[in-house]
Structure formats: C-alpha cells, structure tokens
C-alpha cells in the first residue's frame, strides 16, 4: 500500500504530524510540572507559562482541523476548508502568539483584552468567507494582516526598548531577564505570514512552516523555562542590618507627579549610598534590586530612582560600576602578592554570576575587554 503514495508525500505527513505532536507535548509540559527542567534555579512567570501552553495547544489543533483539506475531494471542499482552518487560526493562534510576546513584558501589565479588538477584523471577515463560499473578501484580510504585523513590530520595538530602560532602572543583574529574543519570535511570525499572504508559489513553504513550528517551539519552550520571574524580585529579603532610619520617607508608595526631589534630598542620598552599599559592600549581593537598596539605605525607591536619573546614570551602571572596581581591585591585589586566580572566579567574587555578563559589562565601563586589559597593565 505505502509503494503506492509518493515518498514526498510519506515524508511530509511525517513532518506534519511531528510539527503536531511536539506542541502538544510542550503543552502538557507547561500545564502540568510545575518545576523547572531546563534551569532548575530559575522560577518562570506563571503568567506566559500557561499563555505559552495555551498557544502550543492551539498550534497542535491548528494541525487537526486543516486535515480536512488532504481528504477533499473537489477545490470548493478544499477552499472551504481552508477558510475553516484560518478563522480558527484568528481566534486562536494569531491572538495566542500576540499575547505571548506581551507576557514576556514584565514591566507592567499590558490589556490584553486589546489583542481580540486586533484581531477581530479578520475573524469577522474570515466568517464572511465562509458564509458567502467566496475569497472575495481575502485580499482585504490579507492586506489587513500586514498592516498588523506592522504595526505589531513598531509596537514591540517601542516597548522593548522601555522594558531595556525598566530593567536598567530597577535590576543590577540582567541575566535571565532580558528578552530581546522576542524579535526572534516574532520575525518568524511575520516571515511566515508574509510568505503566506504573497502567495510566492513556493512549493517548499509547506515543509517550511512545519520545521518553523517545530524550531519556533523548542525556542518558546527554551525562553518560557529560563525567563525569569520580576515579580517578586523587587522584595526579596535583605540582611536587617542594612535598614537605616534617617527621617526619609521610607514607603513604598511613589510619590505623586507634584513630587519630587528637593534641592538638599541629594545631598542626602550620596552619603547613605557610600554607607550602606559602598561601604558595606552590599552592591556584591546577587539580584540586588533598587527597592531592596531604597529599603537598606532607608528611601523612598522612587526617590532613589530619580537620584540616578539626575546623575546621569542608571542603577544597573551605578551598581555595575561598583563591581568592576572591586573586581579591578581584587585583580591588582592578587597581582601584588603573587597569588594564582582565575578571571572567572575574581569575577564571581565581585557579585556576578555570569561571566560574559561581567565581560560586557567591564568592556562598557572601562573601553576594552579585560583581557585586552589585564594585558595592558601588566605591562
């Protein structure tokens, strides 16, 4: 029997269905194991967790309803099956990938009740197609899709490079919190949908979109396990010795937009940042965050916040600074008594975790890799 049907064929209802069952798998995975398999430390937001799942199930559905196509008989069938399959793709992995992107946005949380009002043009219309049995109202759809992807990219450019900015205003370290991978996410969304909508007549783009669905999972998956979870990081504990009182308002609540810093508040904060985190070397505890600094220097974070702004820094720069010249110190003591180290280990002692985190970081502050460095002042 199998003699009988082409090889190519074989081969793509085994791709087809392997694009299929590996979705349905990483479904599972992130509904029902609550740990973590791939970064065991890390705790992922259980928001894009089950966001995540919910796309992965619609992608392996997505599978089952377009079979109808390979059993149709006449092109009419095979049409309107198609335009079965792509309205159950608006309702659900269109929206789905849409509200993927926005959970990996932790610094505030989006409406996501916005993405359906987005996407229910092409749902109404998608059903008008159905309804009527005709492709007339396609182009529309098609041209409206575009000008979706478009205006979703410009979007996500806008708020990934405020979520840079949140990240640098309120976490020392940024590992395992960036998400510029987004991009990724959503380049292969547009490259499919814009191969899709040209119609280019490429025969391999349907062994095309099966092996992006596969890679585009294990990517999701990759990114959903080692994202790490923001919203706790703002109060986790710090040591009770770091607490100070000094008269300052030490709330958390921000201060209203009337508000703000006094002409003698700086002055203030200097000497409490050279005493409580300079001095005590408190800038070497990992995930240290700028609500746990405002609490052990006894401020208000917002105040804090708008102290770095003023100094034309970031608190991201300021702590990493602080690091890089106790690492620059550990290195000239070593140096002068002879003693063997390792840039990796000196590295972690200076309160970094990941060492390419500590190269970038070093070559940003002093202008050259530290090796390149290391070097030049041995000389």
């Known amino acids: 029997m199998f003699g009988q049907i082409p090889i190519c064929t074989i081969l793509f209802f085994m791709l087809y269905a392997t694009a299929a069952v590996i979705p349905a798998i990483a479904c599972c995975y992130l509904l029902l194991r609550r740990g973590n398999a791939f970064a065991p430390d890390i705790t992922s937001p259980m928001r894009l967790r089950y966001w995540t799942a919910a796309l992965f199930g619609s992608i392996a559905l997505g599978h089952v309803w377009y079979l109808p196509v390979a059993e149709a008989t006449s092109n009419e069938d095979i049409n309107q099956s198609m335009r079965v399959g792509g309205l159950l793709d608006c309702m659900t992995l269109l929206p789905m990938a849409i509200i993927v992107l926005l959970c990996m946005l932790q610094d505030r949380r ?40 478009v205006g979703l990219t410009i979007y996500m450019v806008k708020a990934l490079k405020q979520y840079g900015r949140w990240l640098r205003d309120n976490y020392a370290d940024l590992e395992h919190k960036e998400v510029w991978q987004s991009f990724v996410v959503l380049t292969v969304i547009m490259l499919t949908s814009i191969i899709y909508v040209c119609d280019l007549g490429w025969q391999g783009y349907i062994y095309f979109v099966q092996l992006c669905t596969i890679g585009l999972t294990f990517f999701l998956l990759w990114r959903v396990e080692t994202l790490r979870d923001l919203s706790t990081q703002q109060s986790l504990p710090i040591e009770e010795e770091n607490l100070v009182s000094k008269g300052i308002d030490q709330t958390t609540t921000e201060p209203t937009k009337d508000e703000g810093l006094s002409s003698t508040t700086p002055d203030i904060i200097g000497p409490l940042l ?106």
Not at 118 to 140: E, N, Q, R, W
Not at 301 to 306: F, M
Request: proline letters at 2%.
């Open 110 to 149: 989006r409406p996501l009740w916005l993405v359906w009002v987005m996407t229910a043009p092409l749902v109404a219309g998608m059903a008008m197609s159905i309804a009527t049995h005709s492709d007339k109202y396609l182009p529309v759809l098609y041209g409206y899709l575009l000008v979706l992807a």
């Open 274 to 379: 050279q005493q409580h985190c300079v001095d005590t070397q408190l800038y070497l505890q990992h995930d240290l965050t700028l609500q746990q600094l405002a609490q052990a220097i006894g401020i208000n974070r917002y105040y804090l916040s708008q102290y770095f702004s003023r100094q034309g820094t970031t608190y991201n720069a300021y702590i990493n600074g602080l690091r890089i010249h106790h690492f620059i110190s550990l290195y000239t003591n070593a140096v002068a008594s002879h003693r063997s180290f390792t840039t990796k280990q000196l590295a972690q002692d200076s309160g970094y975790r990941s060492y390419s985190t500590f190269s970038l970081a070093f070559k940003q502050l002093m202008g050259q890799n530290v090796t390149t460095w290391m070097h030049d002042s041995a000389e």
